[in-house]
């Protein structure tokens, strides 16, 4: 079976607990972002940025792949024809 990344945003405290014990069962893996200090947000306010709404959305092996596969492409537009 593939694993599969999620990026979960909690809305209540309540939930933790239920993750916790999702993940004592080795059902999933919690993987703690870190956060910013120096940043802080507002409850239920999403960022401005894309990048940071957008982090952890592909997995790294599918950024690779993609990237290849732009190179790939930029290689074939800079041949002569």
Known sequence: MRMQTFVVEVLDEKAVPLLRDLENLDVI??????????EPTAPN???SRLSEQFW??????????????????????????
């Open 56 to 81: 952890g959305v592909i997995s790294p092996e599918l950024a690779t792949d993609l990237h290849r596969q732009l190179d790939e492409m930029r290689s074939e537009s800079e041949r002569d024809i």
């Open 45 to 47: 306010r999403r960022s």
């Open 29 to 38: 893996r919690l993987i703690p972002q870190e956060s910013k200090a120096t």
